[in-house]
């Protein structure tokens, strides 16, 4: 393993074990559900937008799976707020672009900054809809709550 990988491979376990965003968002404007049943991975997110717009204030997600679903959504959760619904869907969609990359090319760090560490895991297809979940979830809270407006 090549200092690259093991580094990418660290920010995954880090953020394994130290999952910012983990909890319950009581006020959020909409949440959604996920879960893949090749796994068992199974994850809720909620998201808040600022009053007025489309930007994102807050993110929370609750569930339990593997370290790759878990650091998934704790990026998610550092990378999400802040953001428009616009930018945001936009960096799903890179994302996964690169999930679907099965490791060919080189992700555009800039772009995905974090997200990178998940490109190894790109290379194991039973592993992408770990990584993805998170996503798939907010994509779909970020959509709701906006057509709520």
């Known amino acids: 393993m090549n200092a690259l990988d093991s580094l990418?491979?660290?920010?995954?376990?880090?953020?394994?074990?130290?999952?910012?965003?983990?909890?319950?968002?009581?006020?959020?404007?909409?949440?959604?559900?996920?879960?893949?049943?090749?796994?068992?991975?199974?994850?809720?997110?909620?998201?808040?937008?600022?009053?007025?717009?489309?930007r994102i204030a807050g993110l929370a997600w609750q569930g339990d799976g593997c370290s790759i679903s878990m650091a998934s959504a704790s990026v998610l959760t550092d990378?999400?707020?802040?953001?428009?619904?616009?930018?945001?869907?936009?960096?799903?969609?890179?994302?996964?672009?690169?999930m679907?990359?099965?490791?060919?090319?080189?992700?555009d760090e800039d772009v995905l900054e974090d997200l990178v560490a998940f490109h190894g895991v790109s290379k194991f297809v039973m592993r992408v809809k770990c990584g993805m979940l998170a996503w798939v979830a907010a994509e779909a809270a970020a959509r709701e709550a906006t057509a709520s407006r």
């Open 79 to 98: 990378m999400a707020v802040g953001r428009t619904v616009p930018e945001f869907l936009a960096l799903t969609e890179e994302f996964r672009t690169m």
């Open 8 to 54: 990418y491979q660290q920010v995954i376990l880090d953020h394994a074990k130290a999952r910012h965003g983990d909890g319950a968002m009581p006020d959020a404007d909409a949440s959604h559900f996920e879960r893949n049943p090749t796994c068992g991975d199974e994850i809720t997110v909620s998201l808040r937008l600022d009053p007025g717009t489309d």
């Open 100 to 107: 679907r990359s099965r490791g060919v090319g080189e992700p």
